[in-house]
């Protein structure tokens, strides 16, 4: 879990340069990673944001540049938060 905070922290700050430049394809990129991160934490959720976020981005109907991030990040967080009680 670690691990993944850590790698995600800094995979957000990538993704929130490229939506503030608005770089469809390295945001492809980065999304897809952290896509594939959150189902396999299973935070279903995040995840599901992120698919949604790649399939607009893909055929170029991506419009949530501003909010993307923010968005992104608190669904993680709401996840962990219940992953994490589930466990504790």
Known sequence: ????EHSYAEQVVKIDLACQQENTEV???????VKGSL?????????A??????????IGKFQRFSVFSAKLDYHK??????LKARYD
Do not use: D, P, W
Request: proline letters at 0%; hydrophobic letters at 45%; aromatic letters at 8%.
């Open 27 to 33: 945001l492809i990129s980065l999304v897809h990673y």
């Open 49 to 58: 944001y992120a698919r949604q976020a790649e399939t607009e981005l893909r």
């Open 39 to 47: 189902g396999n934490l299973g935070l279903a959720r995040a995840a």
């Open 77 to 82: 967080t709401q996840g962990l938060k219940a």
């Open 1 to 4: 879990m670690n691990t993944f």
